[in-house]
């Protein structure tokens, strides 16, 4: 069997197909590295917030708790 003719053009699309694959590759990876951040940061105020609630909560049940002991 014959081994097929070789375009002259071959390996420029051949170069080309790889450089945009990992062009692909590389911003697949600065936008999961993105999203890891923005999610680290989102977790990062959800616990900030709920620290504070938590905080703000226990002083609210304190309130009423000593106002209810004082009462009886």
Do not use: C, H
């Not at 990876?29 to 999610?39: C, G, H, P």
């Amino acid at each position: 069997m014959e081994s097929p003719i070789a375009l002259p053009f071959e390996s420029v699309v051949k170069t080309a197909i790889e450089q945009i694959s990992l062009g692909v590759q590389v911003k697949i990876a600065q936008d999961e590295e993105k999203r890891n951040r923005e999610f680290n940061q989102y977790i990062k105020e959800l616990e900030f917030y709920k620290n504070s609630y938590d905080k703000e909560l226990r002083q609210v049940f304190d309130y009423w708790f000593d106002l209810a002991r004082a009462t009886m």
